[in-house]
């Protein structure tokens, strides 16, 4: 028997597994993660309101596709309105990844949100996303640890000017 045929299948085989895996997105990327691992998000700069409000501090989200296992997400946010830290507002939406216009879209008050992660986490815990509600882009800067440290690093290095963000997490 000659190799040389089926190996030759086995490199193209996995040259086009390759393709596959590289063409995804990182939105694609980490939404298909979610189903299996869960991310707890703390907000650290944004440069526009979607679902908080203006004054909001201290944006917590928390992105789970991991129930009902239906290749849904669901997400749940937390926030306070500056000054009155101690009253937390919470809200819960249903999520699922549109391939058509790669992101994560979820609805909430006849309202949609449409959120698109622009690279991969940067060290595995800093999140950059575009939001668009009604329209209108929002910048956001997210990180897996509330010190925000590594995202004040990442906000300095892609946009020195600041970009019109404002911190939002208040210890």
């Known amino acids: 028997m000659n190799p040389t045929p089926m190996s030759a299948f086995f490199a193209v085989l996995g040259l086009s597994i390759l393709a596959l895996v590289s063409s995804s997105t990182p939105t694609q990327r980490k939404y298909e993660e979610l189903q299996s691992n869960p991310v707890l998000l703390f907000q650290c ?5 979607t679902p908080d409000r203006e004054l909001s501090v201290n944006y917590t989200s928390l992105f789970d596709g991991t129930e009902p296992n239906n290749g849904n997400a669901t997400v749940t ?8 830290e101690d009253q937390v507002y919470k809200f819960t939406f249903d999520a699922s990844y549109v391939p058509e216009t790669d992101s994560i879209t ?3 008050g006849g309202r949609r ?3 698109v992660l622009t690279e991969d986490p940067i060290n595995g815990t800093v999140y950059v996303i575009n939001e668009t509600f009604n329209g209108t882009v929002f ?6 640890d509330e010190s925000c440290a590594t995202a004040r690093a990442v906000l300095q290095q892609q946009c020195p000017d600041g970009c019109g963000m404002k911190q939002t997490r208040i210890f």
């Open 45 to 49: 700069y944004r440069n526009g309101t």
């Open 77 to 84: 946010l937390w926030f306070a309105i500056n000054g009155t």
């Open 106 to 108: 979820f609805a909430y």
């Open 113 to 115: 949100a449409e959120v």
């Open 139 to 144: 910048h956001q800067i997210y990180q897996t």
